[in-house]
């Protein structure tokens, strides 16, 4: 994946994005920041996500150094994105995240990815766009981490009770 931008060109963009010289970034600076490549305004929730992986301090917003480790999350994902839409058409559709999926190690039934479709499809037309792809990302690897503490003997099966 790719390396960290120099630390000047970071310092620039951050003072760009941080518009209420606060010295940090929150949420609605980093949405208004980011783009999805489709003209809308990138996913609060995914934006929300990222800033909680990487506010160290639980403040709800990130710092300088924070924000060099975000750039190069979003940029690896959007490598990884582009490697997946194999019709560079700037979204996924389901036969592409079911091979990127698929790439990551996962192993799900025809109907999952109908569900994650559902889920991740915010514009109806059988496409994710980049943020959705990311939220969907994150959301199953947090899913699968869970899952992984109540499979005891790692065989893909868990008890749960309410």
């Known amino acids: 994946m790719a390396g960290m931008p120099d630390r000047a060109y970071l310092q620039n963009v951050f003072s760009q994005v941080d518009k209420d010289r ?9 949405q208004s920041a980011l783009s999805n490549g489709n003209w809308t305004p990138f996913n609060p929730e995914t934006v929300r996500l990222m800033i909680g992986m990487f506010d160290k301090k639980g403040s709800g917003t990130i710092s300088f150094d924070e924000f060099g480790y975000l750039w190069k999350y979003v940029t690896d994902w959007q490598q990884c994105f582009r490697s997946f839409d194999r019709d ?10 079911k091979t990127a999926i698929t790439t990551f190690g996962y192993r799900f039934s025809e109907q999952f990815y109908d569900v994650l479709m559902r889920r991740f499809d915010r514009s109806n037309k059988g496409a994710i766009f980049f943020d959705d792809f990311i939220q969907c990302c994150i959301v199953l690897h947090t899913l699968t981490s869970e899952f992984r503490q109540h499979d005891q003997e790692q065989n893909g099966t868990a008890t749960f009770s309410l």
Do not use: H, T
Request: hydrophobic share 30%.
């Open 88 to 97: 560079n058409s700037g979204s996924i559709n389901k036969g592409e995240l």
């Open 22 to 30: 606060s010295g940090f970034i929150d949420a609605r600076e980093l």
